[in-house]
């Protein structure tokens, strides 16, 4: 066996406490520490003796890690961490904000480049497992279409929406993919299709003290950007169904490619995923691609990466000679 | 636009004429020759200009191609032309004798490795796009089981087999997913599942004039290896029905990955092919990783590679730069 890879996590939300749950089920792996705004003695990691760090304090700790696991978010944290720790780690993040990746990617591929470091860039599920599936459908059926679903899952982004409308004291908000949208692209349709048709949107609310429920319903359903193009259905419900049903991160999708390898055949490819908890997938996602920085970095790989840039083999914890002959 | 990667097809049966279809989707590549056993002038390209010679002159054509597409059989053809044109060009095979994939690789390694070519081998759906999804599963989620469905498809090894029975004028084979194992997987039930489980055949018979149709039906059900393992299906039909209705050679299936993140959360990854030519769709695939072995080649990465050795990105006709901007 060789050297087990020393693996760091910088931010510990629901997406680090994720990494650090990966980190368990891949043995050649070992988490030398976690790193967090908040005060250390305030955490509690999974395991007891895990060190536990200020995240100022990351720069002194380069020589003991490996690779750094960013677990902030895209918004305010990896904007700014991402360049700064590239030059000093090799790190993988999962940077979400699509239409920012050409800008992010070129803030940390001059500094992990300047200083012979690895940077993985918007790793996780979409941006990551999603696109490597928009990429190869592409790639092996030129002349079709694409379409990608998303759900049934919660969104974080309409579940603040919803939380923000006058009279909401909390909720949630549920993506549902349309079935019937969804059974014609996989009979080799290829419909175009509006935003009202792909998805609709389900939202759970507990309404405050005295609030107008109707008044509720209007503007969240009107909202726009948010719903106004969504067949949106608002449920009313008490707090403690809410805290009873509605706690899970569930999430998923499709991504389908349907197309024609000539006049008489069509072909259909499908990728979907099925999440009980979108935050700790993201966060495996995260933890097999580590596995790929470390190695990349090893044969002197450097600079920002994406998932479309990782040979899949690099991924595994087996060699090269066993995927052959075992998954071939 | 950069220069046109120069292809060649060597052997032309049903995936050379697969390879030839999707050379015509793909505008970055140009068809410089097809390579037969058979009389050039008994071959009719799609394309009345495109050249057509004798497999045995392949070797004087080496500087004209940049990348040579195996489609020969990995029975007969592929053991001895794999090693000896690896010496000669980059190539590109789909051989599919699992488990001889170790030895192939050693023999077509050496010879490429030698000559600075660069080999990719068992490339298609199983092996080749199947695989991948079998490692990514493992690598992403490591807790759990892997399970491989095949069809709808027809089988060219069963329908042989239905063939070689007494009393058999004509007929064909279907294998069949079991749509009952594959919801119980699908609903992270992890199932140990055995071979009946998981699979029914369908066959469609001709009988040879005054053949017994019970007869036939027995040997076929009982015939070890191929059938006494399912459950099988013979339907007996006239030839006129067969040609109108089972000459097409569908294919398919489903590569499902059902692992926990943690005690609380399971996790299930779906991907599946709906194919309706079985040749031309692994022709495609071969077509998309002849332009990867053009690259490699380009930069310097020979001997022989598999589809796990292989980044997606490759595979595009984008650039990097704007795989990022769409796809990410």
């Known amino acids: 066996m060789s050297k087990q890879i020393r693996i760091a996590i910088a931010g510990y939300g629901n997406l680090g406490r994720g990494v650090e749950a990966a980190i368990e089920k891949n043995p050649d792996m070992t988490l030398v520490g976690i790193f967090s705004r908040r005060d250390p003695a305030s955490l509690q990691p999974l395991r007891a003796g895990t060190p536990v760090h200020r995240l100022e304090s990351l720069a002194a700790h380069g020589e003991a890690i490996d690779v750094l696991i960013l677990c ?195 072909q259909v490819i499908e990728y979907s995923l099925q999440l009980e908890s979108n935050p700790e997938f993201t966060a495996s996602v995260l933890v097999a691609y580590a596995r790929a920085a470390y190695r990349l970095n090893r044969q002197g790989q450097c600079g920002a990466m994406t998932a479309f840039d990782v040979a899949p083999g690099l991924l595994s914890i087996k060699s090269p000679a066993q995927l052959r002959e075992e998954l071939l």
Chains 1, 2 share one sequence.
């Open 72 to 266: 902030g978010g895209s918004k305010d944290d990896l904007p700014a961490q991402g360049p700064q720790l590239a030059a000093l780690f090799n790190t993988v993040d999962s940077f979400d904000t699509h239409a920012r990746i050409p800008e992010y990617f070129a803030a940390v591929d001059a500094p992990a480049r300047a200083n012979g470091k690895t940077a993985l860039i918007s790793i996780g599920w979409d941006p990551g497992l999603f696109s490597l599936n928009r990429l190869y459908g592409e790639a092996l059926l030129p002349d079709g279409a694409t379409y990608t679903f998303w759900g049934k899952g919660l969104s974080q982004g309409h579940s603040d929406a919803v939380r923000r409308v006058p009279g909401v004291k909390a909720g949630v908000q549920y993506t549902l993919p349309s079935p019937q949208a969804i059974e014609r692209v996989r009979a080799g349709e290829r419909p175009q299709l509006s935003t009202r048709d792909k998805h609709t949107r389900e939202c759970f609310v507990v309404l405050e003290e005295g609030a107008d429920a109707a008044a509720v319903e209007r503007a969240i359903v009107t909202m726009p950007d948010y719903f106004a193009d969504y067949d949106t259905t608002v449920n009313f419900i008490d707090e403690a169904t809410l805290m009873r049903d509605h706690r899970r991160m569930p999430h998923g999708g499709f991504v389908i490619r349907s197309g024609n390898t000539s006049a008489e055949h069509a």
